[in-house]
């Protein structure tokens, strides 16, 4: 026996996103005074508005709630989330320029794909590389806010940086892995 969902569950994976964009501007004000137990409580809240990137998918399926809306607000949410942690990040001197325009650049290249895909109603599935690049994102960001731990976690700043860089490779690969996707979907 099937139930009807309410109109609470219904609403509840887009509430889900957009709690992820209500907490960027906490997560910001925590890392502002850049000390040790300030970033430790940003990295938390990074990581619980993380973490709802997969419960407001799980609960659409679940409740039978996919909406045009959600599957436009999520990944922006996302972005909205990772840019202005980044750019905080950046602020703070923790990681390079050229990190956040690439990752920035790949965003906007990809935002700009999937329009014209919309336009020309192709459907370009998630590309590995891009999975694996959030992935990446979600576990550096955190580690970088929190920054240097001497003596209690040596280089735990440069292992955050060093997977920061890896999500940096992973996103010129989705990037190119999209634009590939696209030019291959119009021909078929």
Request: aromatic fraction near 12%; include cysteine; charged fraction near 15%.
């Amino acid at each position: 026996m099937t139930t009807t969902p309410t109109a609470f569950q219904k609403s509840l994976p887009t509430k889900i996103t957009m709690s992820r964009i209500v907490m960027v501007p906490f997560i910001v004000a925590l890392m502002w005074p850049d000390t040790l137990w300030w970033n430790v409580a940003a990295a938390v809240c990074f990581i619980l508005a993380s973490i709802t990137d997969y419960y407001d998918g799980y609960f659409a399926r679940k409740y039978q709630a996919v909406s045009s809306f959600g599957k436009f607000m999520d990944p922006i949410a996302d972005k909205i989330l990772v840019t202005s942690i980044l750019t905080m990040l950046l602020a703070h001197d923790k990681i390079d320029v050229w990190m956040v325009i690439v990752i920035l650049a790949r965003d906007n290249f990809i935002g700009g794909i999937r329009s014209v895909a919309a336009a020309d109603q192709i459907i370009i599935d998630a590309k590995p590389a891009g999975k694996w690049k959030t992935a990446m994102q979600m576990i550096a960001i955190p580690i970088v806010i929190i920054g240097n731990m001497d003596p209690y976690i040596p280089y735990l700043d440069k292992v955050g940086y060093g997977v920061l860089w890896v999500s940096v490779i992973l996103s010129i690969t989705s990037g190119i892995e999209y634009y590939l996707g696209y030019l291959k979907s119009r021909k078929a």
